[in-house]
């Protein structure tokens, strides 16, 4: 089925460890995006993306980063990761005036 | 910014009743776009309900309808004859409609949702 493909959906790391989250959607959705949902909160971007080869940061981007080299992939990478990063983590897609596309989420724990 | 309030943490409701969860907003814009979803335990992001702030008339789809006040800025979700599927947490969206060089008018702002619970 099209839409938005997330890997892993769980995901345990060591603190100081690093690791990239996978998006990939097959929508030709020109915007991406990856959240992080925090117990008792909503979602808050960490960064977005407009095209292939744009990025721009979100509200709470220290500490993640991202590239877009094809529209279809969006990878999040997470250097030194640090317990404050324990989240459940969506990436989305959508065409500018269209709904958005959510992916199903990575739980991800760091000890 | 903007920025969406959801003043109930939790709400419960009989199965085939009726239930109403409430979203405040903040905004100084005039053209943007309100959304409801739904997270079940599977943790998907499910859209319910869209509504364009330019339309007077308000949302409605098939059980699921909102109370749009532009002026209060307001945007409650009513569901009516609830069922046991509709348990979930329930998040409030925003989205300016307006369009800049950035992209960054297409990002979502959200509530930290209203768990509803359905009892039987």
């Known amino acids: 089925n099209a839409g938005v493909t997330q890997t892993p959906k769980f995901r345990i790391l060591k603190i100081g460890q690093s690791m990239t989250l996978q998006c990939a959607q097959d929508?030709?959705?020109?915007?991406m995006y990856w959240y992080r949902q925090d117990p008792g909160m909503g979602l808050k971007l960490i960064y977005y993306?407009?095209?292939?080869?744009?990025?721009d940061k979100g509200e709470v981007p220290n500490g993640y980063n991202v590239s877009r080299s094809t529209t279809e992939d969006f990878p999040l990478r997470l250097e030194l990761a640090a317990p404050s990063q324990t989240s459940v983590y969506f990436c989305?897609?959508?065409?500018?005036?269209?709904?958005?596309?959510f992916g199903s989420g990575t739980r991800l724990t760091v000890v | 910014a903007q920025t969406v309030t959801q003043s109930q943490p939790e709400m419960s409701v009989q199965e085939a009743e009726t239930v109403t969860l409430s979203c405040t907003y903040d905004?100084?814009?005039?053209?943007?776009?309100l959304f409801w979803y739904k997270q079940p335990p599977s943790r998907q992001m499910i859209l319910v309900i869209r509504?364009?702030?330019?339309?007077?008339q308000n949302a409605t789809e098939n059980r699921f309808s909102v109370n749009f006040q532009k002026a209060a800025k307001s945007f409650s979700l009513k569901i009516s004859d609830s069922q046991l599927g509709d348990a979930a947490m329930y998040f409030c969206?925003?989205?300016?409609?307006?369009?800049?060089?950035?992209?960054?008018?297409?990002?979502?702002?959200f509530g930290k949702g209203t768990l509803l619970t359905v009892n039987p």
């Open positions: 929508m030709n959705h020109n915007y």
């Open positions: 509504q364009e702030a330019y339309k007077q």
């Open positions: 905004t100084s814009e005039s053209d943007y776009y």
């Open positions: 989305a897609s959508n065409r500018q005036n269209s709904g958005y596309t």
């Open positions: 993306s407009v095209g292939a080869g744009i990025t």
């Open positions: 969206a925003y989205r300016s409609a307006g369009w800049n060089s950035g992209g960054s008018n297409y990002k979502l702002t």
